[in-house]
C-alpha cells in the first residue's frame, strides 16, 4: 500500500464536514494559509465528489473519508482523492484502495481492530473517537505497535493536539476546531486561515513521543 510519509512532517489532516462548500479549491487555499496542506472531505458532505474534483484539478492534495463501501472508494479516487479514510475497518474499502494504487487510513479503537487494519494494508490507522481514552492511550498503543502509524481523530483541538502527538500519534485530525460547518458554508476564509493557524502553531513539528 502506497504510504503517507509526507504525513509525518504535516502532522494535520483538515476533515471537513459542511452542508455547503461555496468553492472547495479555495477552502483548501484558507487551509493552507494557516498551515494545513491535507484536506479530508467526506462523504457526510452533500456533493462531495465535486468538491474534491475542484479542489484537485487546483492542484491541493485531497482525501475522502467516511468512506464505507468499494463503490465510494472508487468514486473519491475517480474524482481526484489522494487518500482514504474509513471510520472503522472496511476490508472492502481496502481492496479497492489498493486495486486504485492509493493509500487508506482505516478506522479503529482497539488493539485488535488496529491489528486487524494492519493486516488489511492500512497505510495508517486512525484511533476514533480519540477522545474516548485520550492521548495516553496513544503511548499504551506504542508498546505493541510501535511501528504503526497512529492518527488521532474526534475531539482533537489546539489545546489537546500537541499532546496526542507527543504521546505517540503520527498525525491528528483537525474539525469543527478549524472548519466549523458555518464559516466553511459562508466562505469565510480569513476566520478558517486563522483557526487553521491557530491550531498549527500549537502542533510543532518535532514533537517526539514520551
Same mark, same amino acid.
Given at each position: 500500500?502506497?504510504?503517507?510519509?509526507?504525513?509525518?512532517?504535516? /502532522?494535520?489532516?483538515?476533515? *471537513?464536514?459542511?452542508?455547503?462548500?461555496? +468553492? $472547495?479549491?479555495?477552502?483548501? $487555499?484558507?487551509?493552507?494559509? =494557516?498551515?494545513?496542506?491535507?484536506?479530508?472531505?467526506?462523504?457526510?458532505?452533500? +456533493?462531495?465528489?465535486?468538491?474534491?474534483?475542484?479542489?484537485?484539478?487546483?492542484?491541493?492534495?485531497?482525501?475522502?473519508?467516511?468512506?464505507?463501501?468499494?463503490?465510494?472508494?472508487?468514486?473519491?479516487?475517480?474524482?481526484?482523492?489522494?487518500?482514504?479514510?474509513?471510520?472503522?475497518?472496511?476490508?472492502?474499502? $481496502?481492496?479497492? $484502495? /489498493?486495486?486504485?494504487?492509493?493509500?487508506? *487510513?482505516?478506522?479503529?479503537?482497539?488493539?485488535?481492530?488496529? #491489528?486487524?487494519?494492519?493486516?488489511?494494508?492500512?497505510?495508517? *490507522?486512525?484511533?476514533?473517537?480519540? /477522545?474516548?481514552?485520550?492521548?495516553?492511550?496513544?503511548?499504551?498503543?506504542?508498546?505493541?505497535?510501535?511501528?504503526?502509524?497512529?492518527?488521532?481523530?474526534? =475531539?482533537?483541538?489546539?489545546?489537546? #493536539?500537541?499532546?496526542?502527538?507527543?504521546?505517540?500519534?503520527? #498525525?491528528?485530525? #483537525?474539525?469543527?476546531?478549524?472548519?466549523?460547518?458555518?464559516?466553511?458554508?459562508?466562505? +469565510?476564509?480569513?476566520?478558517?486561515?486563522?483557526?487553521?493557524?491557530?491550531?498549527?502553531?500549537?502542533?510543532?513539528?518535532? *514533537?517526539?513521543?514520551?
Amino acid at each position: 500500500m502506497n504510504s503517507l510519509s509526507a504525513l509525518q512532517d504535516d /502532522r494535520v489532516i483538515a476533515v *471537513v464536514r459542511a452542508p455547503r462548500i461555496p +468553492d $472547495a479549491a479555495e477552502l483548501c $487555499a484558507a487551509l493552507a494559509a =494557516g498551515g494545513i496542506t491535507w484536506t479530508e472531505f467526506t462523504y457526510t458532505t452533500p +456533493d462531495v465528489t465535486k468538491h474534491l474534483r475542484r479542489a484537485a484539478q487546483a492542484g491541493w492534495r485531497v482525501g475522502v473519508g467516511t468512506v464505507l463501501t468499494a463503490e465510494q472508494a472508487e468514486r473519491g479516487v475517480a474524482a481526484g482523492a489522494s487518500f482514504l479514510v474509513t471510520p472503522g475497518c472496511r476490508p472492502e474499502v $481496502a481492496v479497492a $484502495a /489498493r486495486a486504485a494504487g492509493v493509500p487508506v *487510513v482505516l478506522g479503529a479503537l482497539t488493539p485488535t481492530e488496529v #491489528a486487524h487494519a494492519v493486516d488489511l494494508g492500512a497505510a495508517a *490507522v486512525k484511533i476514533f473517537p480519540a /477522545r474516548a481514552f485520550g492521548p495516553g492511550y496513544f503511548k499504551d498503543l506504542r508498546g505493541p505497535y510501535p511501528d504503526v502509524p497512529l492518527v488521532a481523530s474526534g =475531539g482533537v483541538n489546539a489545546g489537546n #493536539a500537541a499532546e496526542f502527538l507527543g504521546q505517540g500519534a503520527l #498525525a491528528v485530525c #483537525a474539525g469543527t476546531d478549524v472548519v466549523p460547518p458555518e464559516a466553511v458554508a459562508a466562505g +469565510d476564509w480569513a476566520e478558517i486561515t486563522r483557526r487553521a493557524r491557530v491550531f498549527t502553531e500549537a502542533c510543532p513539528a518535532r *514533537v517526539r513521543a514520551t
